[in-house]
């Protein structure tokens, strides 16, 4: 006869304050439970209720990405370097007296706010390390660098027609000059439109749906519009700067401002095919409510409601329990704010 084998003994039941914490960890799986889902990622110590919902969310070529944003930061950091050299080394340096000195500063707020700091703020939702963060804070950041951006480009203008002026010299008569005023004054035109419409919270969302396209195009359009401008700009400088020897020589200067404009094409060329994969774009959050500070309706991806009026038939014990976890996400993802900045 079979050994007879001894019965094991009975496990103890797990206290319920144990099984209550082990269920809330419970993630399902991707793509089913979408709202169970971002409720255990709420309940998650690090401070951010979307930081596991951001690493779910795995980036299609996220090593391409990495790849091309490595080398649009190096190109854009060369590119305002050698603004640096040109002018300290072959324009002879920088101040604010009215002379050539003056004018340098031109160039290089130009290319630092205009070009690098205006590109990093079109991409700077395309990082998928910040999709853990609430849309409002990265909208604080893409603001405040395209504020920095426009600082720059006035302070850029104001040498200019300060040294024409000193010099008896005539404004806005080049290409280079209507080309660039125009894309100031829309850039201008840009922010105010996105600070009122999609950072601050008094536009509706049916307003916000309507000019997301019309602003997506209209920044691209500038940013592209602005690098233009700064190779006429370059191209006209050496015209009437290099004479003995001539720029058609190939001196030093020309060989060396030739290369600089290379880099400048070159960052915006990489700027633009980041921004334009799909695959890389920010992904809509599920479920995810930031109230306004005006207690207005939630905000959540631009053209998409955050809540999901869909199940009308749910229970009261149901809905008080959703009131009750979106008011732990909001204080939650203050904390990750704060933890992010």
Wanted: glycine share 8%; hydrophobic share 50%; proline share 7%.
């Amino acid at each position: 006869p079979r050994p007879r084998i001894p019965d094991r003994p009975a496990r103890k039941p797990l206290p319920r304050a144990e099984t209550a914490s082990r269920s809330r960890r419970r993630v399902p799986p991707r793509g089913q439970y979408p709202e169970a889902a971002a409720a255990a990622a709420s309940s998650s110590s690090c401070g951010c209720h979307r930081a596991e919902y951001g690493a779910l969310m795995a980036m299609e070529g996220y090593r391409g990405f990495l790849a091309l944003l490595v080398s649009a930061l190096l190109v854009g950091f060369l590119s305002v370097i050698f603004t640096l050299i040109w002018v300290l080394h072959y324009r002879e340096g920088l101040g604010w007296d009215g002379t050539a000195l003056e004018f340098n500063w031109h160039p290089v707020l130009i290319v630092t706010g205009f070009v690098f700091i205006q590109g990093i703020a079109i991409i700077v939702y395309r990082l998928p390390w910040t999709w853990k963060c609430s849309k409002l804070l990265m909208k604080s950041i893409h603001a405040g660098l395209n504020t920095v951006a426009a600082i720059l480009a006035i302070i850029s203008l104001v040498a200019v027609f300060d040294f024409h002026n000193a010099r008896k010299i005539p404004n806005m008569y080049s290409l280079h000059s209507w080309v660039g005023l125009a894309a100031v004054i829309l850039y201008m035109l840009q922010l105010l439109l996105g600070f009122f419409v999609f950072l601050l919270p008094w536009a509706p969302l049916s307003l916000r749906a309507l000019l997301m396209p019309i602003h997506v195009y209209s920044g691209l359009l500038i940013f592209g519009t602005v690098i233009a401008t700064v190779l006429m700009g370059v191209t006209e400088k050496l015209i009437f700067a290099l004479q003995s020897p001539a720029y058609s020589t190939l001196p030093p200067e020309g060989v060396f401002t030739n290369t600089f404009g290379l880099l400048v094409l070159v960052f915006g060329a990489l700027i633009f095919w980041i921004v334009t994969r799909p695959q890389w774009k920010r992904p809509k959050e599920p479920n995810s409510v930031l109230l306004h500070p005006n207690g207005g309706a939630p905000e959540g991806a631009e053209g998409t409601m955050a809540v999901n009026f869909g199940n009308m038939d749910k229970s009261d014990s149901e809905l008080n329990s959703e009131a009750a976890a979106r008011k732990r996400n909001f204080a939650l993802d203050e904390a990750g704010q704060r933890s992010t900045m």
